[in-house]
């Protein structure tokens, strides 16, 4: 597996992080197989500069090597520097499952709950031989790509903003979620649920949640309707 972190790419007027890294997974699509899209929830804090929510995104690609590194390293910085807005201060990381190692998931969790800083997001990528570059402003985004990687590699942080190759959108029965990259649907009291139409409240993006190598969605019933809920 090999995780393309990217962090602080909006602005206030501009789609958010999230959006541009299911737009790029797309695009990739065509010619690697992408796993799924997860958003990570980081510290929100007054010191910490963000947009609306402190989030990074990671795009999962099956497939390994230095060769297919580099190539999604170039072909993502390009499409991130294409779509570079004014007063937004991006970043981009790429590595495979093996350089993800305990100090780089430590640093993920620690992203989740303190301030952390360029200098120790720098030296943590120069010391695992991580493809970690600020694209622009003052390059704050490289903290956030990084911790991003820990805790996707982690797979149980976060939420799929895309399982699979595609996005899942609106209502939809068991089975046609289970056909867009859904593993498993559960209900929060431990029942798995097989059948059925899941809502999604105003009809917008269902984002289940990394559990393991499984994607999967839970809803709460109320007066026998079951709806999506989102979880980090």
Known sequence: ??????????????????????????????TYKI???????????????FTS??????IHVDDKGEDAVNEL????KNEM???????????????????????????GKDAKNIILNQKQARTLAAN????????????????????????????????????????????NTVPELLNMGVD?????????IKDGTIYSRNERLVKPCPVGDKVVLYVEEKDGILKAVNRD
């Open 1 to 30: 597996m090999i995780y393309i972190s990217m962090d602080d790419t909006d602005s206030l007027e501009s789609r958010g992080t999230g959006s541009l890294a299911r737009t790029i997974a797309k695009k990739l699509a065509n």
């Open 35 to 49: 796993f799924g899209v997860t958003r990570h929830q980081l510290y929100e804090h007054p010191d910490i500069p």
């Open 53 to 58: 929510h402190n989030t990074c995104a990671v």
């Open 73 to 76: 390293f170039e072909i993502v």
């Open 81 to 107: 520097l294409m779509d570079f807005i004014e007063g937004s201060d991006p970043g981009i990381a790429v590595a495979e499952r093996h350089q993800i190692t305990p100090p780089l998931i430590a640093f």
């Open 128 to 171: 695992l031989k991580i493809k970690l570059e600020g694209l622009g402003g003052t390059e704050e985004g490289v903290i956030g790509t990084m911790a991003g990687l820990g805790l996707a590699n982690s797979r149980y942080d976060g939420r799929f903003l895309m399982p699979g190759q595609s996005e899942v959108m609106g209502s």
């Open 184 to 192: 498993a649907v559960y209900t929060l009291d431990g029942r798995q």
